[in-house]
């Protein structure tokens, strides 16, 4: 028997950087969004172990992928022998801001709970969660949600608005670690009007959230890859309503009205070697 599952990437509509905290983690308030480019994961029980293949992504295929770290941690709970063959089909890019690996985490961390009759409740899968990452809570949630802490406070929002989305890659990917330490030597930029864009999204007022989109860790990311500003330049040229960078970068994503709209701006865009994608954003409760 093979259960299929999901992996929905995020992006962030606002990004606020608060402080440092003693923990050498920053303290962040970010409204984050599920949006529908997915990795898939298909598990197949064993008798016992884990085994994990990866196809389509530049990414650890051992322990250090954080789909192994996941089932690892289950497998602690699930007491006596459990075992898990996982096959993951890479489609996020890696190292992108979109949360790739965290998106794969959770989804591990909700398919086995069931598979091997765990039956956490969310609460408990959640503080699992905060030790593989701080997105992997948004992750285990989805939709729309306001986060912060380090990113494992989560407080659900209204399902944003649909909104096609452009999303242009370079081929370069950031480590997140360096782009908090980048932004600590950064003057900090325009704060981003977090209530304000929880406003728009409470009234659906998409050209609002596009004027709300604000993102601290760009100044930092632009600083050691200037570039970022003429994939942003160039999205809009190209039709986009906004553009933002997600979450610590480089993935830009420009707002369309549409899913359609967002393929017609991503043919438009003059592809200087990144890689483009047309998807949407995703709340469950919309599906
Ligand atoms: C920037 C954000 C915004 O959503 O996402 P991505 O760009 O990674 O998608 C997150 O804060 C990233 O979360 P995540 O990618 O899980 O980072 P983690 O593995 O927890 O941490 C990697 C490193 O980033 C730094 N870090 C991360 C989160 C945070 N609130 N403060 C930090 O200073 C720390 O140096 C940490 O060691
Ligand atoms: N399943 C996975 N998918 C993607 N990256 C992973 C995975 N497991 C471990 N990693 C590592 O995590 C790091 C962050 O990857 P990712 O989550 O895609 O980036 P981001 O946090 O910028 O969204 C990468 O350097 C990658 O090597």
Redesign the pocket.
């Known amino acids: 028997m093979v259960i299929k599952v999901y992996a929905r990437a995020k992006i962030?509509l606002t990004?606020d950087v608060l402080g440092k905290r003693p923990d050498?983690?920053?303290q962040?308030e970010?409204v984050?969004q599920s949006i529908e480019l997915h990795d898939c994961l298909e598990f197949t029980p064993l008798e016992d172990g884990v085994s994990l293949t990866v196809a389509g992504g530049e990414v650890p295929s051992g322990a250090d992928n954080l789909v192994y770290r996941a089932a690892l941690l289950m497998r602690k709970l699930a007491g006596d022998k459990k075992g898990i063959s996982i096959k993951l089909n890479k489609n996020i890019p890696v190292a992108a801001?979109?949360?790739g690996g965290?998106a794969d985490a959770a989804a591990t961390l909700s398919a086995l709970n069931e598979i091997w009759g765990i039956h956490l409740p969310a609460r408990d899968l959640l503080s699992l969660g905060e030790k593989l990452?701080?997105?992997?809570p948004f992750c285990l949630l989805g939709g729309t949600a306001l986060a912060g802490g380090?990113?494992e406070l989560l407080e659900s929002l209204p399902p944003c608005p649909r909104m096609g989305l452009v999303l242009v890659k370079p081929s370069f990917g950031v480590s997140?670690?360096s782009v908090?330490r980048a932004y600590d030597s950064c003057p900090s930029g325009k704060r981003p009007g977090t209530v304000a864009m929880i406003k728009a999204i409470g009234e659906r007022d998409i050209d609002c959230i596009v004027q709300n989109l604000a993102n601290v860790?760009e100044i930092a990311t632009i600083s050691m890859h200037p570039e970022i500003a003429g994939i942003k330049k160039r999205l809009l040229e190209a039709g986009a309503l906004g553009v933002l960078m997600s979450?610590?970068g480089p993935t830009v994503f420009g707002v369309t009205a549409d899913l359609e709209a967002a393929r017609a701006v991503a043919d438009r865009y003059p592809n200087c070697g990144e890689r483009v994608l047309a998807t949407e954003t995703f709340n469950p409760e919309r599906s």
């Open positions: 962030n990004l050498g983690y920053h962040v970010t984050m801001g979109l949360g965290s990452g701080s997105d992997v380090r990113g997140t670690a908090y860790l979450g610590s």
